[in-house]
Each structure stands twice: as C-alpha cells, then as structure tokens.
C-alpha cells in the first residue's frame, strides 16, 4: 500500500452557524422557528421556537483556549470567543496549517439541537437552509473542506429528495439522529427506503453526539458532559444490527461521531456472546461482522480506543480534531496522535487519519 504520510485528514470537524442563518426561518415561521437568544447565564443559546432550549454557542468556539479558567465564564461570551477561520475559510486554511491537517469533513454544531423540533416543516426548512450554507460556505475551500448535509426522517420523501440535492451539491453525506424517535426505532420497516436510497446514492449517514432525536439520547437522565452519551448510541447500534438492516443493506455507511471508541471492543464482545449463547442466532453471521461491513466511529484523543483496535478493528476508526469546539485538540493534534499511537503500524495509522474518511467519502485524494 502506497503511504503518503504527509496527509492528515480530519474525519470530524464543525462550522459554527451564525445567527443570520436563522432569519429567513425567523421570517417565515416568526416565533416557532429556531433562533438565537441572549441568556444571561448562558449567553447566545438556541432557542428551538417551542419553549425548549437548545444548546449555548459558546462551547462550539473554545478551541484552544485555557480550561483551567470557568468554561462557564467563557461560554457567556458566545461569538466573541471564534477564531477568524471559523468563519474566514482562508484563515480556516491557516489553522489547518498550523494543526497539520490537510482536509476537514465539516459536521454542523448549533444545528445539533434542531433534530429534536417535531414540527415537520419547520425541520425540513432549517435543515435545507444549514445545507445551502454550508455547501457556499465550503465551495470557497475546495479540496480541504467537505460538508455534510443534515436530514430529518419523518417526511422520508422529502428525506430522500433533500438528499439527492445535497449530494448536487457537494455534501459528501448525511447528518441523521443518533437516537430515533421512541416510537419509531431504526429497526422500523418504515425507514427501508431510506436506506436503500442512501445505500445506491453512496451517501454515508453519520450519527452526531447530541444529535438524538429526543433530549439526553432517550436515556432517562442527563449525560452529564457526554460521559454517559455512549449509552443511547450503543442501543442503536444494536437495534440496528439485531433488525438485520446491515443484512439487506450491505453496502450501507453509519458513522459513529463523536462518542469516542473505548468502549466499542466491549460491546462488541456483548454482542457476540448475545448472538452465541443468548438465542439470538437469527442472524446469518456473528454480528461482530455487520459492524465492521456497516459501521465507522471517530475518535480525538482516545488510547483506550486505540489499544482495542483489535476487537473494533482498525478500517472501522477514524480520526477527528473537532474543531472549533471545546473538546477540540487544536493545535495540538499532531502530537496527541504521536503519543496515543506509538504502538501502531504507520499503516495502521495511515488508515485512521487518511485512507479510511478518503474512501468512506470518496474524497479526492490518492490512496
């Protein structure tokens, strides 16, 4: 395998939406849209239009900053806190630069929280209106940013039609909930065509930390930081392995982003004692197999996750700076991956940080 160990590609990165972007919502939905509201101990927050808080600004733009000082504090401050290439993509090419980071597949970050609105049309406008403003926002950045475009799954039409137009447009995948709605799990017969839209159209549908589609990741308690966020995806991943979805739809793409990769040797071991002893052989393989055929996670700064790469498997994991969020290793990134990877192969590392994003996006770089 040819190795260019000069390239390092972040498989997880964000922008960090600007008030404006809400307006055109503001205007058409007036107080049941989606918008941005000053709050005295939380400063620029989303407001989701129905009485429910979404997340507040200032955590998406602390990148680099020192936490020894009250994030709480910090936090207040909102927009004040970005860089210039949050919004500058030419600077943006200069914290790449200077992370050592060649390409970035761009996530949402304020948009997280909008998944759980369940006014259909409300959604499906928010979410068309992020997808043009990301695409422009990444046309002036080609071959070093990537968008990926976000979706509801209640209006599976229009789902599948909005799709087609982000690929158009340059998205390289789909942003769907991490945690489906109580009454409708993934495991629903109802989401087949969607999947097999996204199978034949080649676009990978990732599943965001803080992306469910009810608060908390359906758990019946606060995550606490996101410690505990892994608990929700788990359940997805296993409703859908155990419904056979990975069974009909092979060539289908989920990625895990954003919930560290520790625990998923763990799981997967469950897994596979469930499917052995626990009667659960319905399926046609060991369901260790449909994870690594169906499934990607990312990772930051996680050598429990690398230390367990056996039992994940190393063209399942891939890496991520998060920038411009607190839980950013920007601009440090390069030596974070030096120590947490001291034990791997180059060719193991080549994987994670380059060959595994280019070929799960089909990015145009030689691998």
Request: proline residues 7%; charged residues 20%.
């Amino acid at each position: 395998m040819r190795l260019n160990t000069s390239l390092c590609i972040s498989a997880d990165s964000h922008v960090v939406e600007p008030p404006e972007l809400f307006l055109p919502l503001q205007k058409h939905f007036g107080e049941q849209a989606p918008h941005i509201q000053f709050l005295d101990d939380r400063g620029p927050t989303l407001n989701l239009g129905n009485g429910q808080l979404g997340m507040g600004v200032g955590g998406f733009l602390q990148a680099g900053l020192d936490f020894g000082r009250d994030p709480r504090a910090l936090g207040k401050k909102g927009y004040e806190l970005a860089r210039p290439g949050v919004f500058d993509v030419k600077a943006r090419a200069e914290d790449q630069d200077l992370d050592g980071i060649d390409a970035e597949v761009i996530y949402p970050s304020i948009m997280f929280s909008v998944y759980q609105i369940e006014n259909v049309e409300i959604l499906k406008a928010s979410f068309a209106c992020y997808n043009d403003w990301t695409a422009d926002y990444c046309k002036d950045s080609p071959g070093r940013l990537f968008p990926l475009a976000c979706i509801q799954l209640y209006d599976l039409d229009a789902a599948i039609a909005e799709m087609a137009r982000a690929k158009k447009m340059g998205h390289v995948g789909v942003c769907i909930p991490a945690t489906a709605p109580p009454n409708r799990l993934y495991s629903d017969p109802w989401y087949e065509p969607f999947w097999a839209a996204a199978q034949a159209m080649r676009m990978p549908l990732t599943m965001h930390i803080f992306t469910g589609a009810t608060p908390n990741h359906g758990m019946p308690f606060r995550i606490g930081q996101n410690a505990l966020a892994f608990a929700g995806i788990c359940f997805t991943i296993y409703d859908i392995i155990f419904s056979k979805v990975c069974e009909r739809f092979p060539d289908l793409k989920f990625v895990i982003t954003e919930f560290e990769t520790g625990w998923i040797g763990h799981l997967l071991r469950r897994f596979e004692h469930n499917w052995y002893r626990g009667g659960s052989r319905s399926l046609a393989v060991n369901p260790i197999e449909y994870w690594k055929q169906n499934f990607l996670a990312t990772f930051e700064d996680d050598p429990i996750g690398i230390r367990t790469r056996d039992f994940s498997g190393v063209n399942t994991l891939l890496w991520g700076s998060d920038y411009p969020h607190g839980d950013s290793i920007f601009p440090d990134s390069q030596a974070i991956l030096d120590r947490i990877m001291t034990d791997c192969s180059p060719e193991e590392r080549y994987a994670m940080t380059v060959k595994n994003v280019v070929q799960l996006y089909d990015l145009p770089f030689e691998v």
